[in-house]
């Protein structure tokens, strides 16, 4: 069965600093993987993702993750922080069962 | 990638009755979801809905307490029945336009359920 495990439920950063939230997942096939961002009272916006393709998956708002299968993980970055990316984030995996599983989140703090 | 309009947004509800969530795709999807949000938590999926056949639940939901219409390729709803308030929690819906490898699974606004 796949999982995703998120390490961190809070991470707190300041502004300009590097951010980085961890994501490692459990999936006996080549696994599909995603970062969400959910901002306060909204629904789910798609940061990225790893669909087979490079293994370096930019994204949306300056965020990055890179797929290491050897390490089973799929961590997200972003060089330097802004105020404006304090919201919660979720990595999901998804291995051709068309329906994702979630990790538990990691709410992203931004300290100015 | 679909537009999803989810209805409605945000609802406080009586202990004991039910309530329907609509999902509205801007396009023909063959898969819809629906998932559950609980205060801190993370989503849980509920069912996998497909138009013309019973929808697909997850371990732990059940059709009498989350039952799901798919009348077309377009739209689902989802029907909180016998609200106590372990069923306040946000829930959000789903589909697979079959562009995930170009835009992933989109996911509607959110319903922001809270029973009292």
């Known amino acids: 069965a796949q999982s995703v495990t998120q390490l961190g439920s809070h991470v707190s950063v300041s502004e300009g600093a590097l951010v980085l939230l961890r994501c490692n997942y459990s999936?006996?096939?080549?696994?599909?993987l995603f970062w969400y961002v959910q901002y306060p009272n909204q629904g789910l916006q798609l940061l990225l993702k790893?669909?087979?393709?490079?293994?370096l998956v930019k994204g949306i708002n300056g965020f990055e993750a890179e797929f290491k299968k050897s390490e089973t993980s799929f961590h997200l970055t972003k060089p330097s922080a802004h105020m404006s990316d304090a919201a919660e984030y979720f990595c999901?995996?998804?291995?051709?069962?068309?329906?994702?599983?979630f990790g538990q989140g990691t709410r992203l703090t931004i300290n100015p | 990638s679909a537009v999803i309009s989810q209805k409605p947004s945000r609802d406080i509800c009586q202990r004991g009755t039910s309530l329907t969530i609509q999902c509205q795709v801007d396009?023909?999807?063959?898969?819809m979801f629906w998932y559950r949000q609980q205060p801190g938590q993370s989503l849980t999926l509920i069912a996998t809905?497909?138009?013309?056949?019973?929808?697909?639940?997850e371990s732990g939901f059940v059709i009498d307490k989350f039952p799901i219409s798919r009348p077309n390729l377009t739209f689902s709803t989802l029907t909180v029945s016998n609200m106590s308030p372990e069923d306040s929690s946000i829930y959000l819906c789903?589909?697979?336009?079959?562009?995930?490898?170009?835009?992933?699974?989109?996911f509607g606004s959110g319903t922001r359920l809270t029973v009292v």
């Open positions: 789903s589909v697979d336009d079959g562009t995930v490898i170009n835009y992933g699974y989109t």
């Open positions: 809905a497909n138009q013309g056949s019973e929808a697909t639940y």
């Open positions: 999901a995996v998804n291995t051709g069962a068309q329906k994702l599983v």
């Open positions: 790893y669909t087979s393709a490079a293994t």
């Open positions: 396009s023909q999807v063959t898969m």
């Open positions: 999936s006996s096939v080549p696994p599909y």
